[in-house]
C-alpha cells in the first residue's frame, strides 16, 4: 500500500506493492523522448478525447508536450502495473495553476489530473488503486494538507474514482480557462490517511467485475 513498505526503485520515482489488485504500482516522470509516441496515441484515444481535447497533429503535440514538461508548477508522470506503461498523471501546485482562480488556494496545495490509456486497464477495477498510490505521493510533501481536481463535471466516472479515494465534491463552477464545466473536489490529509489508507488496507479485492472505474480520465 500507499506508506512505509513504499520504495523508491532506480528507473521509478515511486513504486509499491498493492495487495488489493495483487500488481505494482509504479510511477517515473514522463520524458519527452521516452514518451511522446505513446501520449501522442493516448490522448487520441475515442475515451480520452471528450475530457483532455489534445487530440492533435504530431508538430502541435511535440509543442504541447515540451510545454508541459517545461512547466515547473507541474510534473507529469507515466503509471505503470507490473512496469508496463498504462497511465498519464499530472501532479501540480494549485497555487499556481488555473484552478487557483476558483477557490482560496494555500501555497502547499497540490493538484492531480489523470487519464488511463490502453483501453484493455479501464474497467478492471484499477483506478482506485493507481489514484491512492499518487495521492499518498503528493501527501508525501509534509505540509501539504490538501489535494484538490477539477475533473469535467460530466465525468461521472472520474468523479466517482475521486471519492473512492477521499475527494468530497465541493461546488461546480465555469472553468473558463479549461474550457469546461468543472467539479472542484478536495482530498484533506487528514481524511486521507484515517479514512482512505485504512479502509484500502483492511478492504479485499472486489475483482475486475467491479465496472466503477471505466474510463478515469480527467
Not at 508496463?84 to 499556481?96: G, H, K, L, N, T
Not at 490517511?193 to 488496507?201: C, G, K, R
Request: proline content about 7%; aromatic content about 10%; glycine content about 6%.
Amino acid at each position: 500500500m500507499t506508506g512505509p513498505d513504499a520504495t523508491i526503485a532506480t528507473d521509478y520515482d515511486y513504486q509499491t506493492y498493492d495487495p488489493t489488485i495483487e500488481k505494482t504500482i509504479s510511477l517515473r516522470q514522463a520524458t519527452f523522448d521516452r514518451d511522446l509516441g505513446r501520449l501522442h496515441a493516448w490522448l487520441a484515444s475515442d475515451h480520452v478525447k471528450p475530457y483532455w481535447e489534445l487530440d492533435l497533429p504530431l508538430p502541435a503535440f511535440c509543442d504541447r508536450l515540451t510545454g508541459k514538461l517545461a512547466d515547473g508548477h507541474l510534473t507529469p508522470y507515466i503509471g505503470c502495473l507490473d512496469h508496463v506503461p498504462m497511465s498519464y498523471w499530472e501532479c501540480y501546485w494549485a497555487a499556481e495553476d488555473d484552478v487557483a482562480n476558483h477557490y482560496d488556494a494555500e501555497p502547499t496545495d497540490q493538484g492531480v489530473h489523470l487519464l488511463i490509456g490502453p483501453e484493455e486497464y479501464l474497467g478492471q477495477g484499477y483506478a482506485v488503486p493507481l489514484m491512492r498510490a499518487v495521492v499518498g505521493i503528493q501527501f508525501r510533501h509534509p505540509e501539504t494538507d490538501c489535494v484538490v481536481a477539477e475533473p469535467d463535471a460530466r465525468n461521472e466516472r472520474v468523479i466517482h474514482v475521486f471519492e473512492q479515494c477521499g475527494f468530497e465534491p465541493r461546488r461546480e463552477f465555469r472553468f473558463d480557462e479549461a474550457e469546461k464545466d468543472a467539479v472542484l473536489m478536495v482530498c484533506e490529509r487528514e481524511r486521507f490517511e484515517t479514512d482512505v489508507l485504512v479502509d484500502a488496507t483492511a478492504a479485499p479485492r472486489t475483482g475486475a467485475d467491479d465496472r466503477s472505474e471505466v474510463s478515469p480520465d480527467d
